[in-house]
């Protein structure tokens, strides 16, 4: 069955470190792959979309990478800081748009 | 743009009442899309709709639950009668080009069935 899975524990990091999330999945062939933040109460909100053909993709002080044959994306914040603190849900696009379950982040200054 | 407007916030009904959803997508977003997030299951997909029309249902957990898209600008999403374990968040979301790009979505109606 396809399953997506992202780590169930909070990851803790100091400001100013990298924070690195994983994302991994199996039995999908995602042509996109998206990551979204979540704070508590809101909705999931955009940060970014990488494509199959893609290997790594930026936005300020976020990258992401797409890995389609460790079926694998890992996503960064370098330079983290407290407000980074939220939880990051990656998405795989088939037919419409599935979620993993989603990391905590906690950046303490 | 607003964004996507979901109402109630908030919403407490008891068991057996039917409780209706409303959400009004991003103009000119031809896709609209309702999730439910629980803890134990994450964010999951129920239905969804393309220029109004539902293309995908599949997720819809039983035939308590309804949905409607009178028009581009307004859906609901129906449970009649409602179950304890209907408690969850439920989130609009709308999608500009098709079910690929990036979505949009509400700030979500909590659900709580007593």
């Known amino acids: 069955s396809q399953k997506i899975e992202q780590n169930s524990e909070a990851l803790n990091i100091q400001e100013g470190k990298t924070a690195t999330l994983t994302c991994n999945y199996t039995n999908y062939s995602p042509a996109y792959l998206q990551w979204y933040r979540q704070d508590p109460g809101r909705g999931p909100v955009f940060l970014l979309l990488i494509r199959e053909n893609e290997k790594e993709k930026r936005k300020e002080r976020l990258k992401v990478t797409f890995d389609t044959t460790l079926k694998q994306s890992l996503f960064h914040i370098t330079a983290s800081q407290p407000a980074d603190s939220a939880t990051y849900l990656c998405a795989l696009s088939g037919n419409m748009l599935t979620f993993g379950g989603g990391t905590r982040l906690m950046v303490k200054p | 743009d607003a964004g996507v407007i979901q109402s109630p916030r908030h919403e407490v009904t008891e068991m057996g009442q039917e409780v209706t959803l409303r959400c009004k997508p991003i103009?000119?977003?031809?896709?609209l899309f309702w999730y439910r997030q629980t803890m134990m299951r994450g964010l999951e997909l129920l239905i969804y709709?393309?220029?109004?029309?539902?293309?995908?249902d599949s997720g819809m957990p039983e035939d308590r639950f309804s949905a409607k898209m009178p028009n581009a600008s307004f859906s609901t999403l129906k449970i009649q009668p409602s179950e304890p374990r209907d408690s969850a968040v439920y989130f609009c979301?709308?999608?500009?080009?098709?079910?690929?790009?990036?979505?949009?979505f509400g700030s979500g109606t909590r659900l709580t069935v007593v």
């Open positions: 709709f393309n220029n109004n029309v539902p293309i995908d």
């Open positions: 103009s000119g977003h031809d896709y």
């Open positions: 979301a709308s999608s500009l080009r098709d079910q690929y790009s990036s979505y949009t």
